[in-house]
């Protein structure tokens, strides 16, 4: 029995060690910094708490000098755990989310946290100023009760801001009808992420029940111990720890080229209109030299947003979409035009293309058949 507790225990620390680890790298990485600083401190509160745990059972606090450190630092903290999941989220899908000063009230509940720590504080400063009497035992006893019953607030408080993240995560996906496309990666991983929660809030809330009750307090401690909840927890740092990083790393790399975008319909409908009339009223795929910042100053549109349009809504890159125009007005012309007079080139470069070999290639990605062929076919039909 001794042996699988000091198993278990391993599992603690070293869920422990990884999150401290991670959260390290995910704090001072560069990239996507509010979200990923939002994650490394979930992760290390998290770790915080699983590594209390172990030096509990390791006796660390064991001396007068490092009991009373630990008794004024505070090492579990959960309340801003359900904030830094719903933020976390949101800054996740929204590139410009930023956490206002306003929304800064979702982490004052942090107060139920360090309750224990302030107790002690001030028995400290009333015994050193003779204002309370040098008897820890009724401080103490209030500080164990507290201990048992301030896990309601803070199960509570997880569980909402989970609901609230699975929500907004629904909200989102009826919105865009179930089509992400760019996000469906990222979209994928968050969903997992809340259910992850969901999760482990139904363990904690089978284990908080009996817990909170006082004839059985004890009964669960002996029988179970905290395994039931730290062995879960130190389970999410390893996948947090191990997918949260891998998927930011992923998401930097597909920023270079296909920037994930959340934008409200309203922009979505303006941005497509204004591509086509660019298109079917400016004839701009006309010109050979068009690229996405021409494209942009045209049309008086954000590169960025034009990008994130074409590859997440119209599901098309930018040369994709120009080329198609390109394609339609070469048809058009080889019906029109006396074939005699011109070459199949000098359409394809009248219509935007300034090579040869792309024109060919492009033509026969979209229509199937090469110019030469489609020529063939409708010299035919005249």
Request: glycine share 6%.
């Amino acid at each position: 029995m001794n042996a699988f507790a000091g198993f278990l225990r391993t599992i603690i620390l070293l869920g422990s060690l990884q999150g401290f680890i991670v959260s390290t790298l995910l704090f001072f990485s560069q990239k996507n910094k509010q979200s990923n600083r939002l994650l490394a401190t979930l992760i290390l509160l998290i770790s915080l708490a699983c590594f209390n745990l172990y030096a509990v059972y390791k006796n660390w606090f064991g001396s007068d000098l490092l009991r009373f450190i630990g008794a004024l630092v505070p090492l579990i903290i959960v309340m801003p755990m359900g904030p830094l999941i719903y933020f976390y989220i949101k800054s996740s899908l929204e590139p410009n989310f930023k956490i206002t000063k306003k929304q800064r009230f979702h982490f004052y509940p942090v107060i139920i946290d360090i309750i224990p720590q302030l107790a002690a504080i001030i028995f400290v400063i009333g015994v050193l100023g003779n204002l309370i009497k040098n008897n820890s035992g009724p401080w103490g006893n209030f500080i164990d009760t507290y201990d048992v019953y301030a896990d309601i607030p803070r199960w509570i408080s997880v569980t909402f801001y989970v609901w609230l993240s699975a929500k907004y995560l629904s909200a989102l996906k009826k919105k865009y009808n179930g089509s992400l496309n760019g996000l469906t990666t990222k979209f994928n991983w968050l969903q997992q992420f809340v259910r992850i929660f969901l999760v482990f809030q139904s363990i904690w809330f089978v284990y908080l029940i009996p817990y909170i009750i006082p004839k059985y307090t004890d009964v669960m401690l002996n029988t179970f111990d905290w395994y039931p909840i730290y062995i879960p927890m130190a389970i999410i740092i390893y996948w947090l720890g191990i997918k949260g990083y891998l998927i930011s790393q992923q998401e930097s790399v597909g920023k270079k080229s296909t920037p994930n975008t959340i934008l409200s319909n309203e922009i979505i409908r303006q941005t497509i209109v204004s591509l086509n009339k660019s298109m079917e009223q400016d004839k701009l795929f006309l010109n050979p030299n068009l690229n996405l910042n021409i494209l942009s100053e045209k049309t008086g549109i954000g590169q960025k947003t034009l990008s994130a349009v074409l590859n997440q809504h119209l599901n098309k890159s930018f040369n994709e979409f120009i080329n198609e125009y390109r394609i339609e007005a070469f048809k058009q012309k080889i019906r029109e035009a006396d074939m005699n007079q011109l070459t199949i080139a000098g359409v394809a470069f009248e219509c935007g293309f300034n090579s040869q070999a792309t024109f060919q290639r492009t033509f026969k990605q979209v229509m199937g058949i090469s110019p030469s062929e489609f020529k063939s076919a409708t010299l035919q039909l005249h």
